[in-house]
């Protein structure tokens, strides 16, 4: 008895419970790395569902085509009215002379993108001695070439159910033997505006309309949420309105978007007359959700500042003002750049708040300024995603690249910007 009381001075019923704690530790412990697994495993699937769908649109199928810019087409007219499918119909016809009937020439005339008589009408426009030359230009395919040279068409599948035909299939052939259909960088994407042919669609006029939306956003949310969260942190007196107004930001921080954009619609288009679907309008609306973030993580920062540096500042005479804009401000400032940067990052990615305020239409035009009618990235990839065509699903995942992209870096910059400037008391 006495040589197992040395070994163990501890009782087994203790030892047992000692073990039970470990092994409930130990079960927590997994517990907490399988979520995190579970966690990064969904997340690995997203990320790779949205990459193996949208990478090929960052290509885009063009074929070779050898075009005579006969100078009857544009006698008598515009160059701007001249008819550019007529040239492009006849360079078709002249690779497939053995092509006959009125549904055949369509059809192979179908496999050209409607975009490619306005690249012959803005080369012609650019440059007027191409008129009486045959010119060998690279024009865009249509969405179904583009589909079929990507991979997407089953040709095992009956002929009826499919897009492209097998005739179409042996034209593509001919032009693959020849040299004449390639896969290149698609700059369409990235330099064009929205459109009904998905070969043609691009986001460049939806990124401007995020763009002048944030900026407005920033103009009005920064200062007005900063100059808000040093009043009521440094200046408001203690009481039942101050408290409530505290609770009320609070509050409008966990507010569904979509509230904000109702709010929008029934005062800044219903009662101020603003026109709808503008990047104006968008950035007030945003301006609206994204305040409380600010003023919360502006509050956050100026409390974070240690109440020695008020004290050091007002012993040796400064006013109050100076005290908060000469000393307590610059250290907090940090801390207000941080949260401005998610909250903008917030904003950059909403939907619904634009959808109440119009910016939902179709727009073609790239926006010129804050009043031009503009649509937004994620209200772009929305639309995208409502469409049926094929061409659209792998825009809609090239566009939520994109929009990540942002995301990703506008978050990185505040992590970067928080490690640099921040001030460990």
Not at 21 to 50: E, V
Not at 242 to 271: D, M, Q, R
Not at 346 to 364: C, K, N, R
């Amino acid at each position: 008895m006495d040589a197992q009381h040395k070994e163990s001075p501890f009782s087994g019923e203790f030892n047992k419970r000692l073990k039970q704690r470990y092994q409930a530790q130990q079960r927590f412990k997994l517990l907490g790395i399988s979520a995190i697994m579970f966690a990064l495993a969904f997340l690995a699937f997203l990320l790779i569902t949205i990459i193996s769908n949208g990478y090929s649109a960052f290509r885009q199928t063009y074929v070779e085509l050898t075009v005579n810019f006969e100078k009857s087409i544009f006698e008598g007219e515009d160059l701007a009215r001249a008819n550019y499918q007529a040239l492009i119909n006849r360079a078709l016809d002249e690779k497939f002379p053995d092509v006959e009937g009125r549904r055949a020439k369509r059809t192979l005339h179908g496999m050209i993108s409607t975009g490619a008589r306005y690249q012959l009408m803005d080369m012609v426009q650019d440059d007027p001695g191409l008129i009486g030359t045959t010119q060998t230009i690279w024009v865009p395919a249509d969405d179904d070439i583009d589909m079929f040279m990507k991979g997407y068409v089953d040709m095992s599948q009956p002929e009826s159910d499919r897009r492209i035909k097998d005739q179409q299939a042996q034209w593509i052939q001919t032009w693959i033997d020849n040299n004449m259909i390639k896969l290149r960088f698609n700059r369409t994407f990235f330099t064009s505006g929205d459109s009904r042919d998905p070969e043609l669609a691009g986001i460049w006029a939806a990124v401007k309309g995020s763009f002048y939306t944030l900026v407005i956003t920033l103009a009005l949310s920064f200062p007005m949420g900063v100059a808000a969260a040093i009043y009521l942190e440094e200046f408001a007196p203690v009481n039942r309105i101050t408290s409530l107004i505290e609770i009320n930001i609070n509050n409008l921080a966990a507010v569904p978007s979509i509230i904000f954009g109702l709010l929008g619609l029934a005062i800044f288009i219903n009662f101020w007359g603003i026109p709808r679907s503008t990047p104006l309008v968008g950035g007030l609306v945003l301006t609206l959700m994204t305040l409380p973030t600010i003023i919360i993580a502006a509050r956050a920062s100026l409390k974070s500042v240690p109440p020695s540096i008020r004290e050091a500042a007002l012993g040796v005479g400064a006013s109050k003002i100076q005290t908060v804009f000469h000393h307590v401000l610059p250290l907090a400032m940090p801390g207000m750049l941080t949260g401005t940067i998610i909250g903008m990052a917030q904003a950059l990615g909403e939907t619904a708040p634009l959808l109440m305020i119009g910016m939902v239409a179709f727009i073609v035009d790239i926006p010129g300024g804050f009043t031009d009618p503009a649509a937004a990235l994620p209200v772009q990839i929305y639309l995208w995603a409502d469409s049926p065509e094929r061409g659209f699903t792998e825009k809609t995942s090239a566009a939520i690249m994109v929009l990540l992209a942002f995301l990703v870096t506008m978050n990185a910059l505040a992590v970067y910007m928080r490690k640099k400037f921040e001030i460990t008391w």
